[in-house]
């Protein structure tokens, strides 16, 4: 088991910016990929952006790559998502999970957080 918990969102304006982190509890967060996803109501969650262990590779979904950055610190045990020039679009809720491998498919992720809300308003 791997109990992750996001923070960060919150209400922020279209333009603008926030940072979402995840903690992890445990020895063997450095040996697991993260990733975060996002579900806005009423569509499918969707890939945003993930990492894989060593934090060498990295994945963005397409609408985000350019402004949104993941990081993670294996030493904290705590991966972060940087989101710059946000859009309306972009609200929805945010989960980070970890699983095995670095992969865009939602399933192929073991371990997931409850979610934090992130609303970009005009």
């Known amino acids: 088991q791997v109990p992750l918990v996001e923070s960060g969102g919150g209400l922020v304006q279209v333009g603008g910016s926030l940072r979402l982190s995840c903690a992890a509890s445990?020895?063997?967060?450095?040996?697991?990929?993260m990733g975060w996803f996002r579900q806005a109501p009423g569509k499918e969650r969707e890939f945003v952006a993930g990492?894989?262990?060593?934090?060498?590779?990295?994945y963005y979904g397409r609408s985000m790559e350019g402004r949104f950055t993941i990081s993670r610190d294996n030493a904290k045990n705590t991966v972060s998502l940087q989101m710059n020039s946000l859009k309306r679009e972009d609200t929805a809720v945010y989960y980070c999970?970890?699983?095995?491998?670095?992969?865009?498919?939602?399933?192929?992720?073991?371990?997931w957080g409850q979610g934090t809300q992130v609303t970009v308003s005009s």
């Open positions: 445990g020895r063997t967060f450095s040996t697991y990929a």
């Open positions: 999970a970890a699983g095995e491998y670095l992969d865009l498919v939602e399933s192929e992720y073991d371990f």
């Open positions: 990492m894989d262990s060593s934090g060498v590779v990295t």
